[in-house]
Each structure stands twice: as structure tokens, then as C-alpha cells.
């Protein structure tokens, strides 16, 4: 019987697959061979060892993750990312889990995130003259409230999460923010 070969970005799509269903925690080399049909030796002639394999991966997931916080979903970009997270726990529950709610291996799309809400919130007349060390505070409150409320979502505890429910939502959360900081 001929050896199976697998090239580079079959082995790396693979395992992208195993972790939005299982997981990064599971992944494994026998793992991904066993969803390759085939042996562990081509992974490990492509990549040295598979943390260079899951860090690629986790590179995949982070642009796929920013596609979602990027979407146009409203004229208003803050409120867009933080659709955007919503969303993407309610379509991509086990890379939602994977990124949020497992291990470290994410930490820091976490600052990157905020970072770049903090940059969008200057473009918002509703934070005019507040100081930015106040606006990163209600930045980390409403982040706190749609990673709690994406949690919900994507561990099935709130379903039937329309878009128009989760703006709903969203703003009303992030009206009583605000205003509690006016």
C-alpha cells in the first residue's frame, strides 16, 4: 500500500477542524492522523514538533475571530465588535470556547481587542470629554457584560440569539454603562 501524503495546509486545516470540535486542549498528533487517515509522520515532517502546528492554528483562529469583530453589522463600530464576539459564540461555539473559556493559549487577543475598542471609542460622541483611563474602565465593564452574555450564548443557555437581539441587548447594557459614568 502507497504512503499517504499530506501536504502542509492539509495537516494545518485538520487540526483547525479538530479544534473547533474539540478543542485545543485535545489536539493531538494522533488525533489529526486519525481525521488525515493516515500516520504521524508526515505532521511531524512538516512541522518539528506541534506546538509550531497549533500556534499556526491559533493564527487562523485569531483572523477568523477578527472577522467577526470587523463585520459591518451597524453604522457604529463599537457596538459592531462587541456584535461581532456575540456572534461569533453563537456560530463558532467550540473556537469560542477554545479562545475564551480554555487555557491561555489566546491571552492576548484579550488586549488586542480591547486596545482596539479603546482606539474606535475616540470616533464616539457619547465618550466625549471623558478622559481615556475612564472610557478604558467602561470599555473592560462592557467587555465583561458581552463575554458573559457570549458565554451564555455559546454554552446554550440563552438561544434563539438573533442579530437584532443581541443589538438590542447590547445597548441597552452599554446605555446604563455609560451613563453611570456621566
Not at 479544534?19 to 492522523?33: F, H, L, P, T, V
Amino acid at each position: 500500500m502507497a504512503k499517504v501524503k499530506f501536504t502542509r495546509e492539509n495537516i494545518v486545516n485538520a487540526t483547525y477542524d479538530l479544534m473547533k470540535q474539540e478543542g485545543m486542549k485535545n489536539i493531538s498528533a494522533r488525533k489529526i492522523a486519525k481525521k488525515l487517515k493516515g500516520s504521524t509522520a508526515p505532521i511531524y515532517a512538516h512541522f518539528s514538533n506541534l506546538e509550531i502546528l497549533k500556534e499556526e492554528v491559533i493564527e487562523i483562529a485569531k483572523s477568523n475571530f477578527s472577522r467577526y469583530i470587523n463585520k459591518e453589522y451597524t453604522d457604529r463600530q463599537m457596538l459592531n465588535v462587541a456584535m461581532g464576539i456575540a456572534i461569533f459564540a453563537r456560530e463558532e461555539r467550540e473556537l469560542f470556547k477554545s479562545i475564551f473559556l480554555m487555557g491561555d493559549d489566546f491571552k492576548d487577543l484579550f488586549d488586542i481587542v480591547v486596545k482596539d475598542v479603546v482606539d474606535k471609542s475616540k470616533h464616539d460622541e457619547r465618550f466625549e470629554g471623558l478622559s481615556e483611563e475612564k472610557i478604558e474602565k467602561i470599555i473592560l465593564q462592557i467587555w465583561y457584560y458581552v463575554h458573559g452574555y457570549s458565554t451564555l450564548i455559546c454554552t446554550g443557555f440563552l438561544r434563539n440569539q438573533t442579530n437584532e437581539k443581541i443589538e438590542k441587548k447590547i445597548l441597552e447594557l452599554t446605555a446604563i454603562v455609560i451613563a453611570n459614568h456621566k
